[in-house]
Structure formats: structure tokens, C-alpha cells
């Protein structure tokens, strides 16, 4: 594998990354290089999948069975030396386990919804223990029935990310011990990626990716904590590629580190350092950005704002309704402490309500795991084409199911899609809200087509 080029470091305020740009002029706003971008012509335009907006729940702090925040508190506590009243919370009266029956019971739950995002693994939670090794106060079984809970349950509707390594104090990575320094310094949630070398912070991302391949869990992302990476944005941005591909060898490396919960500032995903679009070893990597704050509770279980911070009784006003009513994807963040809330389970009783007052108010939504929603916009950003009269040739980095386009002309043929000579006929749908891949609709004097974009060269002939 070529390594993606290193780059300088940079310091960006956390609430003022981005402005209202697209594509490549984001990620260049958030300090990351964009890299290349393909030649088209003009007259075709990319939609959403399926010409719906897209939408992610995004769900942090959480592993198997250690009430991770419980055991972080006093951890951050320390750093501050005492001086931050956030850390004064009586933890202390908090269980220290998020029992299996919860995640059985959230996961069958958002299963029967069609609900799907992203899950994190905190491979180390804490410093308590190690999922591949033991967790002190629950045996090797009770581990291993998590653990495969979380394969059986979560993972077909949830990609798995690592949330670093343990969440609150840096690893010595040559001993697997925490660093003694108790600052800032040396947590994860602060400084220490601060002038870091993009190899550096790679290195630590593999520790933490190892421990979930040891333990048998899928995984194509990264999750930051707190601010990790704050201060070294571009390094951060080369590092989760370097580290997932070499660990999982994922074709498309995403990771999740920016929230907007207001504004116009886009929130749609960066396609960030493409390299070899014309080569037969694409590479990039795609930060994933949520659009809400967590109101379902947070990460030390304090009083929820509620649903109407998402999206109002009425079904009228809230942030993902201003965020789906622009077009963007909607991924929302919850904390896995606040949605369990010490078993009084608020913030999955907001988020039920979040739910039904988003299938109520919208029927245009098609909900996405990150990885999903990164291969689509790196399909989306990455693909060339070149259009003549009734034909559209594409040269396409990435498959891509559900790749929907827009053209000016309404087809005088049956539409079709040619790849490596075989021909697949679209079959026409009444309008936009019925297409799936393999159709195709009229839209005023125009037409949309719905098709799975191949890896490499193809063609839509209407």
C-alpha cells in the first residue's frame, strides 16, 4: 500500500471547521487535503440514494457491559486536577455495568424500525480491562456472550468502531500500560495528538483496531474521543486511512470527529485525500459529520433536552428537520451512558420519540451505517463521466448500490445499463418516492435513474 502523504499540523477552533461549502472546498476548510477529483461533463447531477435523504444514528461511548462514563469520570477528574466542576457528577452511585439485555433489547428494537448507524467498541474501556483479554468483575463467558451479542444483534444494522483505545488515559504502546502522567497531556480526549506525526497517531489507532480484529468484530472506521485530534486535523485525516487499511484492509476508511448542531455549515461527508483515481488501488478516506448535539441524555447522564431539540411535536421545526429539509444526510449522536441513564433508559425513550416523529413527518428518508453513507459519497464525489447524446460512460472508482443520477432529457428507450458487454434493462417506476436500484422515473422534463454503479468502467445508455 502507497501511504497517503504526511502533512502539516494545524489548529482549528472546533465550532468553526466548516463554512457552507461542498466536495472538495470542505474538506480544504477543515484543514484536510482534498486531493484529486474526476473530469465530467456537464448535464448529469448526483442525488441522494434513491433520491432520499439519508439518515444515521451515531451512538459513542459504548462497549460491552462496562458502564464505561461511570469509570471515565474520575479519570477526567484527575487530569483537571479537580478544577472542573463537570467531573464532580456522583458517579459513584452509577452501576458500573450496561447489561446485555439493554443491548438485545435497543438493537431488536431499532431492527424492527430499520434503524442503522454506527456502535462503538471501546476496546479498553476505561483502563478496567481489555475485551480480548478480561474485564475484572465479569468472567471470560459473560465477555464472550457480549461480545457475540454484538456480532448476532448489532452488527447487521451497525458498523463497529473502535472509540480509540480506552477512552481517558493514553496507552504506552510498547507496554499496554497507561502512561503514568495523569494531564492532559496524556488523555486521550485532549492533547496528545497535539503536534503529532500522522504515522504517530496511526500507530495508536492500530493498537485499538487490533483488539477488535482479535475479538472478531467487522470494522471499516474510527471514532474520536472528545477532542481528539482537535489540533492535528490533517494527521488525523491520513491517520484513520493508514490504520484501517492496514489492520481490516477496508476499501473505504471513514471516521467521525465533527458535530455541527446548528448553522448553515454543511454536514455532509468529506471525501479527503484521494489519491490513484486512475490506478486500480483507489484510495481515500471519508469523515463522517453528525448534525445534532446529544439531547437524548449525554455522557454523564444529565437532564435530556429532549426530542423537540430534533424535531418539534408539531413535526415543524428542530434540527433534522432544517437538516433534511435542505437535503443533507441526518446523523444524530447519542451517548450510550445517557441512552441507559443508570436503567431509567431516557434517552432511548427520546430517541423512540425521535423516531416516530421522524417516520411520521417525513416519507423520504433511507437510513445508512456510516460505511454506507461513505462508500455513496465517495461514489458520489469520485466517479467520472462523459455524456453524448443518449449515453453516459462512467469510470467509477468504488461500486456503489443505489447510485442515483438526474439527466435533462426524458429517454426515447427503455434505459440501460451496460457493463462488460452485459446489458440490465431499468424498469420504469411511477415517480421518485418508488425508485430502487434497477428503475428509473420521469421527472418533469428530465429522468432519474436508480441503478448499482460498477467498479471501474460502465454505461447508461437512455
Not at 460512460?393 to 452485459?422: I, L, M
Request: charged content about 20%.
Amino acid at each position: 500500500m502507497t501511504a497517503l502523504p504526511r502533512t502539516d499540523s494545524l489548529t482549528v477552533p472546533r465550532r468553526r471547521f466548516l463554512q457552507s461549502l461542498a466536495g472538495a472546498a470542505a474538506a480544504t476548510a477543515l484543514g484536510q487535503s482534498p486531493g484529486e477529483r474526476p473530469t465530467r461533463s456537464p448535464g448529469l447531477t448526483v442525488l441522494n440514494p434513491r433520491h432520499r435523504v439519508p439518515v444515521s444514528y451515531i451512538i459513542d461511548d459504548s462497549t460491552c457491559l462496562v458502564n464505561l462514563n461511570r469509570f471515565a469520570m474520575p479519570q477526567f477528574d484527575a487530569a483537571f486536577q479537580g478544577s472542573n466542576a463537570t467531573y464532580h457528577r456522583n458517579w459513584q452511585d452509577w452501576p458500573v455495568e450496561i447489561p446485555d439485555r439493554f443491548i438485545r433489547r435497543f438493537g431488536e428494537w431499532c431492527a424492527d424500525q430499520g434503524i442503522r448507524g454506527k456502535f462503538s467498541l471501546v476496546p479498553y474501556p476505561a483502563c478496567v480491562g481489555r475485551l480480548d483479554r478480561e474485564l475484572p468483575g465479569w468472567s471470560a463467558r459473560e465477555v464472550a456472550d457480549s461480545l457475540k451479542l454484538v456480532r448476532d444483534v448489532m452488527t447487521p444494522n451497525w458498523d463497529i468502531h473502535p472509540e480509540m483505545v480506552t477512552h481517558t488515559r493514553i496507552i504506552d504502546l510498547k507496554t499496554g500500560h497507561p502512561v503514568a502522567e495523569r494531564s492532559l497531556k496524556f488523555m486521550e480526549n485532549w492533547d496528545w495528538t497535539t503536534g503529532r506525526s500522522a504515522d504517530e497517531i496511526a500507530a495508536y489507532m492500530v493498537y485499538a483496531l487490533k483488539i477488535l480484529k482479535e475479538v472478531g468484530m467487522p470494522v471499516s472506521g474510527i471514532t474520536t474521543p472528545g477532542g481528539f485530534g482537535n489540533r492535528a486535523l490533517p494527521q488525523l485525516s491520513v491517520a484513520s486511512f493508514q490504520a484501517v487499511r492496514d489492520v481490516f484492509g477496508a476499501e473505504i476508511p471513514h471516521y467521525f470527529r465533527h458535530a455541527f448542531d446548528r448553522g448553515t455549515e454543511s454536514v455532509a461527508p468529506r471525501v479527503e485525500n484521494v489519491a490513484g483515481l486512475q490506478s486500480s488501488n483507489p484510495q481515500c478516506v471519508v469523515s463522517i459529520v453528525a448534525c445534532t448535539g446529544d439531547w437524548t441524555g449525554g455522557w454523564d447522564n444529565t437532564t435530556p433536552v429532549g426530542a423537540d431539540a430534533y424535531i418539534t411535536a408539531d413535526l415543524q421545526r428542530g434540527r433534522l428537520v432544517e437538516v433534511i429539509e435542505r437535503g443533507e444526510p441526518a446523523c444524530l449522536i447519542s451517548h450510550w451512558t445517557g441512552i441507559h441513564h443508570n436503567g431509567a433508559e431516557l434517552g432511548f425513550g427520546i430517541f423512540r420519540e425521535v423516531v416516530r416523529r421522524l417516520h411520521t413527518r417525513f416519507d423520504h428518508l433511507v437510513w445508512m451505517k456510516l460505511s454506507e453513507l461513505a462508500r455513496y459519497w465517495a461514489a458520489r464525489e469520485l466517479t467520472e463521466w462523459q455524456e453524448t447524446t443518449g449515453s453516459v460512460a462512467f469510470r467509477a472508482p468504488y461500486a456503489c448500490p443505489a447510485f442515483t443520477v438526474r439527466g435533462g432529457h426524458v429517454p426515447t428507450r427503455p434505459p440501460e445499463v451496460v457493463v462488460n458487454g452485459n446489458r440490465n434493462r431499468l424498469r420504469e417506476v411511477s415517480g421518485p418516492r418508488k425508485l430502487e436500484s434497477g428503475t428509473w422515473c420521469r421527472d418533469g422534463e428530465g429522468a432519474i435513474a436508480c441503478l448499482d454503479l460498477s467498479a471501474g468502467r460502465s454505461e447508461l445508455n437512455w
